[in-house]
Nanobody, 120 residues
Framework: QVQLVESGGGLVQAGGSLRLSCAASGSDFNVMGWYRQAPGKRRVFVASITRGGGTSYSESVKGRFSISRDNAKNTVYLQMNSLRPDDTAVYYC????????????????WGQGTQVTVTS
């Protein structure tokens, strides 16, 4: 069972920045990534990164968010710039040994998430 610990969320004004971190127990994760869940909405994909550094982003964050990872620390980061009120959500990370980060409904185990609130 993978343990995931997210951190770095907070309250920020529109246009501001935050950097999220997620440490995962275990190893050999090919893909690490982020999801988010806004109030009253389903959890959705935000960004992912492979062990080799290949990245993928949802259209809503492309150009504003940047994902990176430290393979030695099994940690993934999400640098969020130009934040908007519609980025407000609880952000969760997860990992995958395969080639693609799955739909969030596939996972049974999640961390506690980290709250990001963007005010206008």
């Amino acid at each position: 069972q993978v343990q995931l610990v997210e951190s770095g969320g907070g309250l920020v004004q529109a246009g501001g920045s935050l950097r999220l971190s997620c440490a995962a127990s275990g190893s050999d994760f090919n893909v690490m990534g982020w999801y988010r869940q806004a109030p009253g909405k389903r959890r959705v994909f935000v960004a992912s990164i492979t062990r080799g550094g290949g990245t993928s982003y949802s259209e809503s964050v492309k150009g504003r968010f940047s994902i990176s990872r430290d393979n030695a620390k099994n940690t993934v980061y999400l640098q969020m710039n130009s934040l908007r009120p519609d980025d407000t959500a609880v952000y969760y990370c997860n990992v995958e040994r395969g080639t693609v980060l799955p739909d969030p409904s596939w996972y049974d185990d999640w961390g506690q998430g980290t709250q990001v609130t963007v005010t206008s």
